[in-house]
Nanobody, 126 residues
């Protein structure tokens, strides 16, 4: 069983930045496809990004393109989600998801992943 742990959430002003991390204690994530999802109160879960465990391609939802970047921090065995120019509408609980060597060509649906983290709250407010 793979346990994913998110960190880095918090309160930030509009226009600010946050960096979320996803780690799996005791497991190398090098060949895991890692996705980020978010869910705001009263809204459906939304796929934010995916990072391929096959070829390291990254994909983003239109709502975050140009503002969010996902990648691997191999030194710390983590996958990050760098969020810049944050907006009020980015406020949500953010979850990382993972599946080993899952092929992706976009941002998959949440139920295509095998493992989920507990989530971290991101609040964008002035």
């Amino acid at each position: 069983q793979v346990r994913l742990v998110e960190s880095g959430g918090g309160l930030v002003q509009p226009g600010g930045s946050l960096r979320l991390s996803c780690a799996a204690p005791g497991i190398r994530l090098d060949d895991y496809t890692i996705g980020w999802f978010r869910q705001a109160p009263g809204k459906e879960r939304e796929g934010v990004s995916s990072l391929s465990g096959v070829d390291s391609s990254a994909y983003y939802a239109d709502s975050v393109k140009g503002r969010f970047t996902t990648g691997r921090d191999n030194a710390w065995n983590r996958v990050y989600l760098q969020m810049n120019n944050l907006r009020h509408e980015d406020t949500a609980v953010y979850y990382c998801t993972g599946s080993r060597r899952m092929k992706v060509a976009g941002v998959p649906s949440w139920n295509e992943y095998d493992y989920w983290g507990q989530g971290t709250q991101v609040t964008v407010s002035s």
